[in-house]
């Protein structure tokens, strides 16, 4: 079962994926902080919406928090030229980075390394402190995809990263909100394809900190919510770290794949200021 946020007629709402169709729930205009798995599954369904007449907006549109997690691939940390850590690194975005899964990235004047970081999204279901790592799959709501657009020349101004983060509009997330019985994620791979050609590809298998080692982290220190949204890490691949350097330009049009979740499609477009 997988459930998409979209516009329809100017009107935000909620519906259940159904092949080509959508069917909406009734009064659930959105996945965020006030969304269980108990008002997914008990809402009314309405009369199915063809996809191809929807918007489909970010999964989680105004998630009360966005963590990001990075370096939680071997490979990744290997090119970074980083060691090893047993805590993970993270960070923050915000609602204002998000975009759909078919919207366009924006790239800012101010920037000329925008670099791709395909990723799975882990999306909360239920409000947590101090949560023991065996019993994480209680407050997991679904899995979407996502890919955590950096600037990296803005990255790297500092040690702390959120300024080459957070830039709004950059951050696809979609393209629905898959159940966890229905995909096996330790089966699941991932990759991200720019312009035809496969630039990142692992098994989420790969993941150094695994899905509930990081709700057990994260909710040691704040009290994790629904709707809250943790991005689990890029595989190796990135265009900062090739030889030559390899960043998306205006026209350029990035794919993120994830067995049995789902795809992003996403042109990047200049920004005209």
Not at 54 to 67: D, H, Q
Not at 237 to 245: D, K, L, M, N, S
Request: glycine share 10%; charged share 25%; hydrophobic share 40%.
């Amino acid at each position: 079962m997988a459930y998409a946020s979209f516009s329809h007629q100017g009107v935000r709402a909620v519906g259940e994926v159904d092949g080509d169709q959508l069917h909406p729930l009734q009064g659930v205009n959105e996945i965020g902080h006030a969304t269980t798995r108990d008002v997914l599954d008990s809402a009314q369904r309405l009369q199915a919406i063809a996809l191809a007449d929807v918007i489909l907006l970010p999964v989680v549109p105004n998630p009360g928090r966005i963590f990001c997690i990075g370096l939680n691939y071997k490979a990744h940390i290997e090119e970074t030229k980083r060691e090893d850590s047993d805590y993970p690194v993270m960070f923050p975005k915000f609602a204002s980075s998000l975009i759909g899964a078919n919207d366009d990235i924006i790239l800012p004047p101010e920037s000329t390394q925008l670099d791709y970081e395909g990723e799975l999204a882990v999306i909360i279901g239920k409000e947590g402190r101090r949560v023991a790592e065996e019993d994480a799959d209680e407050y997991l709501l679904g899995y979407c995809v996502s890919n955590d657009v950096t600037m990296r020349d803005y990255q790297y101004k500092t040690h702390q990263w959120m300024q080459g983060k957070a830039w709004d509009k950059s951050t696809p997330l979609g393209p629905y909100l898959v159940m966890p019985d229905e995909v096996d994620i330790t089966r699941s791979g991932i990759r991200t394809i720019l312009n035809g050609v496969t630039v990142q590809e692992s098994g989420l298998s790969m993941l150094i900190f695994s899905i509930p080692r990081l709700i057990a982290t994260i909710s040691e220190f704040t009290t994790i919510q629904p709707g809250d949204v943790i991005l689990t890490g890029t595989p190796g691949g990135v265009g900062f770290r090739r030889e030559p350097q390899l960043f998306m330009r205006d026209g350029d049009v990035v794919r993120v794949e994830i067995d049995g979740v789902g795809a992003l499609t996403n042109t990047v477009r200049a920004e005209s200021v």
